[in-house]
């Protein structure tokens, strides 16, 4: 019996979508049979990020509407052998389409076939949030470091609190721009943490090289050599049960000059 | 012996005693007898007092139930009989008896209720009576009591206390940081220019005047006394 995760945050922008894509993948380079979820009915984006959507045939509405069977609409990641499926939404339907209940049958049949769920939750508080939520066991909340966006994490998290069968809430942390906290201009992760009270699960810092991926539609998380995918390998392996400590993210763009005083210990 | 025996019946049968005193008069009622016996003994005891029927002024008559347990329905019918006597006016109804309802109530506004939580964003939390809240209000987030509200935690929401329109009722938190404070009617949105905001000291807010005033902690046995009902420490 697998364990269905719910990515969601509330705000939209904050990288849900990006997130739900690399946590899946890093995941599945983990060894785990994943599948993703994409429960964005009307504004469907998973597919594109990782770069599947030329192959997609049924969607999320086609089977609880019962026009196909479940493995007829998933579709298979040929980059992992099998590891790795996606259940796309619906383009042309809305949130109404699907009801909660029906969504937690759906992860619920999902659960006998694979390690990890990830369900990617739309934007906002309304149908579709409730849809991803229904069959979800754990949540992680993403938020970046602005006041607007752990504002409306902590709204969510209430409501997630509030949820009997779903455990309580990690945080990742998304996008953090290191010049900027240091220079005061952003919320730090201690600020964020304390704020929402929550563990910690990870720290994405915010990284060109993300956009790129997706645009492309590779997730970063395939890369081994970008300090991003790296990111999201380890908060893979912490939802996976291990101790993982926090990256530094102090380290990125030093000239030659601060290298070199840095092997001398002098900071 | 006859007449003896008579008037022996009618002092048994004294089921409403009448007492004039600077505020009117006052109606003890017998809390035996039956409830019929009693509205035919008011009935006629009214009838009786020629006194009554003299007098020119409103007067106001307050009822004595003792240890009478009677329904809001039997209350009115007792403040009509007495009141088609058309100078009298029922001011108030006493009873020793309180339901286990209205005891409740009672309890609950008089009670501080403490609560462990974090109140988040778009969340309301409120009490009929005091609150002791041990963690924080975020932004976004709502405090509500009838009576004072105590926070062990931060306050960055918003907090009201006073809620029914008590004007003594006080704000206290640890650290004091709100969006706005409300203590009955009163509304302060300007806490952010308080210039004890800065101080790492836990504040209390109250009503002085007619605004919200936020100091420090300490001013508050002097400020509402009544809010401990331990003495302190000698």
Known sequence: ?267 | MSNRGEQLEMKKRQLVTIKGTKNGLSLHLNDICSYEELLRDIQLKLNESSTLHNEKRDIKVTVELGNRYVTEEQKEEIKQLIEEKQNLTVQLINSNLVTKKEAENWLEKTEVKSITSIVRSGQILQVPGDLLLIGDVNPGGKVIAGGNIYIMGQLKGIAHAGYDGDDRAVVAASIMKPTQLRISKYIDRDVKENPSKTSSQMECAYVKGEAIKIDRLQVLPHLRPNIANLGGGN
Request: net charge negative.
């Open chain 1, 1 to 267: 019996m697998g364990e269905a995760i719910v990515i969601t945050s509330g705000k939209g922008g904050v990288g849900k979508t990006t997130t739900s894509a690399n946590i899946g993948t890093a995941l599945a380079l983990q060894g785990k049979k994943v599948c993703l979820v994409d429960t964005d009915i009307g504004l469907r984006n998973l597919d594109v990020v990782m770069g599947l959507e030329n192959r997609i045939i049924y969607d999320l509405v086609d089977v609880v509407e019962e026009r196909c069977k479940i493995h007829q609409a998933l579709v298979k990641d040929k980059r992992f052998d099998d590891m790795l499926y996606l259940l796309p939404a619906a383009q042309t339907s809305d949130k109404t389409a699907v009801r909660p209940n029906q969504m937690r049958e759906l992860v619920l049949r999902l659960k006998q076939e694979y390690d990890y769920i990830i369900i990617d939750c739309p934007a906002g508080i309304e149908q579709g949030y409730k849809n991803a939520v229904a069959g979800a066991d754990r949540a992680i909340v993403v938020t970046t470091p602005e006041v607007s966006s752990v504002r409306d994490a902590d709204r969510v998290i209430g409501l997630l609190e509030k949820e009997e069968n779903i455990a309580p809430p990690m945080l990742v942390i998304n996008r953090i721009r290191n010049h900027m906290v240091k220079s005061g201009d952003m919320l730090d992760i201690d600020e964020v943490t304390s704020h929402l009270s929550i563990d910690l699960l990870g720290i994405v810092a915010d990284d060109d090289a993300v956009i790129k991926a997706s645009n492309n539609g590779e997730p970063i998380a395939l890369n081994p050599n970008n300090k991003s995918a790296l990111a999201y390998r380890n908060i893979a392996r912490r939802i996976l049960g291990e101790t993982v400590p926090l990256q530094h993210l102090e380290e990125e763009s030093k000239g030659v000059f601060a290298k070199i005083k840095t092997f001398f210990g002098a900071r």
